[in-house]
């Protein structure tokens, strides 16, 4: 079996350093595995079929990412490509742009557009009419709760002024009561985009190239896909076959509260599938729920009233008795469950779920994952460690950017405000947490977060000390919640943590973040990542 040492640069272990012990320097891994650490790995040079000479910087655990939209993402990079845009009408030019170099396409699908560039997130169709009048446009917007299209795509979605709204979703309307081209949740949403064509396998196999190389590049070797539908899993085990996975991905089955008993032989199915394919970098574990929606679109679920509309608490996408019933029955199929609730109702309706699994089925190493935890009430604070909930938070969001000042902080108030992602009480008590990006939503990259979770700031440095400093962490912390956080929450334990017998899951960086400033970091360069010794980072290039 061949080996290879790395040597002559910091080695961070994700452990405590004994005391009286040296810094680490070398590691050796053999067989995908770490052999060994610090002096005992720089003895084995003379044997070693490869000796990586780094020269500096950091070798650590590669990073995971226990929240993310691959696929998405993918189809982001393909175009029309309006992530970037500024205005409404750089938007409305990128999909004239892409229109006219794709005349093929009978619809142009794409994403994600910044909701603040619109009043109150509300975005017509005639501003995407004047660009492109008789094809369909569907847009998403960066949150992925929201659609933004034009008058063909209603057309041919047989959406007119009667359309009428449900219990999850919504139609956005102008003064005159006509729709105006802004779809708010499942049901809207679904309403114009259940009309157009599914996207070809050898595009949703590019995308989730493009998206695992991107990973790669930035440290990354494990990433929870949050959110598949049965027709994807089938990219994904072409994907594998081809070899172009360039992270190992485990899926999250969506269940569907209006069909998820029906569902749960699929899941079983679709599981049993991907084992038998027998890739080493693809798992089916676990099944999402969406419990409530977001803040911005005043859909997640909140136990008082919004601020800005004291007529609703949100919109509720699971009721409390199909959840719990939903837990126990994918808990027998042996799936994890991974629940994304956002507002302090959400999150408690989500718990008490979890709750209700355990009394039923027993105690069992579930690891059930509650992802955003945007709104916690103080008094569920201390349940998620009491019942073994994993934390999921997306570090990039705990900043007051645009989102936050313009859209968020006014449906909630002041005082609700400052109950915000309460990551440092939460570790506090005891709770383990893993971080994320929901890429798309926001950058994939494990260095862009890590300052933010440390500073609670904006780039700019706003505000000054940070927003809700109590709820800051140390850089070590954030590292962790990185790598043997969502370790923990991917139930690979031989993962997170370089010690000899663990995957050699690597990544090396051209400098150490806790040697920086925290808003340095992001400009740190990855040199190089390893999947069970293999390098990925070059995948493709």
């Known amino acids: 079996m061949p080996r290879t040492v790395f040597r002559r640069a910091t080695v961070w272990t994700g452990l405590p350093i004994p005391p009286g012990a040296a810094q680490p320097t070398a590691l050796a891994v053999r067989d995908g595995r770490i ?13 070693a079929d490869e000796v990586l000479d780094l020269g500096g910087g950091l070798l650590m655990p590669a990073f995971g990412d226990g929240h993310c939209h691959p696929d998405q993402a993918g189809y982001e990079a393909l175009g029309p490509r309006v992530r970037s845009c500024t205005s409404v009408e750089a938007v409305v030019a990128e999909v004239r742009r892409y229109a006219d170099e794709h005349p093929e396409g009978d619809w142009i ?8 560039l ?23 917007a960066w ?16 959406l007119d002024d009667s359309a009428q709204d449900t219990d999850r979703g919504r139609f956005l309307r102008r003064e005159d009561g006509s729709l105006a081209g802004t779809m708010v949740e499942w049901d ?5 985009l259940g009309a157009a064509p599914e996207r070809g396998l050898d595009v949703r196999v590019r995308a989730l190239a493009i998206a695992t190389r991107a990973y790669a590049g930035a440290g990354v070797t494990w990433i929870q896909d949050a959110w598949v539908e049965h027709e994807a899993v ?27 008993r029906e569902q749960l032989v699929v899941f079983a199915a679709d599981r049993d599938r991907v084992v038998a394919a027998g890739h080493d970098r693809l798992t089916v574990r676990t099944v999402k729920f969406f419990v409530d929606g977001i803040v911005e679109n005043r859909t997640a679920a909140l136990l008082e009233p919004y601020a800005d509309d004291p007529c609703t608490r949100g919109m509720p996408v699971w009721s409390a008795a199909d959840l719990r019933e939903a837990l126990v029955e994918i808990d027998r199929l042996g799936l994890q469950p991974h629940l994304h609730a956002i507002g302090d109702a959400g999150i408690r309706t989500a718990l008490d779920a979890i709750a209700h699994l355990t009394e039923v089925c027993g105690p069992g190493d579930r690891r059930p994952v509650i992802a955003h935890v945007q709104m916690v009430d103080p008094a569920d604070l201390t349940r998620f460690a009491e019942l073994g909930v994993i934390a999921n938070i997306e570090p990039l969001w705990l900043q007051p950017d645009p989102a936050m000042t313009h859209l968020t902080m006014p449906r909630l108030g002041d005082a609700r405000s400052q109950q915000q992602y309460p990551l440092g009480s939460l ?10 990006s929901d890429w798309p939503v926001t950058d994939h990259r494990p260095l862009a977060g890590l300052p933010v979770a440390v500073t ?10 940070g927003w809700l400093p109590g709820e800051r962490i140390d850089i070590e912390t954030a590292m962790a919640c990185y790598t043997a956080g969502v370790a923990h929450q991917a139930m690979a334990d031989d993962r997170g943590v370089l010690a000899p017998g663990m995957a050699a899951d690597l990544v090396w960086l051209e400098r150490d973040p806790r040697d920086c400033d925290p808003h340095d970091v992001p400009a740190i360069a990855v040199l190089g990542t390893w999947l069970a010794g293999e390098r990925t980072d070059t995948a493709g290039s």
């Open 35 to 47: 052999e060994a650490v610090g002096a005992e790995a720089e003895a084995l040079v003379g044997s």
């Open 109 to 116: 699908l794409g994403g994600s557009y910044d909701s603040t």
């Open 118 to 140: 619109a009043p109150d997130g509300a975005f017509d169709a005639r501003w995407l009419d004047a660009a492109v009048p008789d094809r369909p446009v569907a847009l998403r």
């Open 143 to 158: 949150d992925y709760h929201t659609l933004w299209c034009n008058t063909e795509a209603m057309r041919r979605a047989g």
């Open 188 to 192: 809207a949403v679904d309403a114009v």
């Open 234 to 260: 089938d990219a994904y085990l072409e994907a594998a076959r081809r070899g172009v996975l360039a992270t190992r991905v485990n899926l999250a089955l969506r269940a569907d509260p209006t069909r998820w």
């Open 427 to 436: 570790l506090r008590s005891g709770a383990r947490v893993s971080f994320g």
């Open 456 to 465: 609670r700031q904006t780039p700019q440095r706003l505000p000054e000390g």
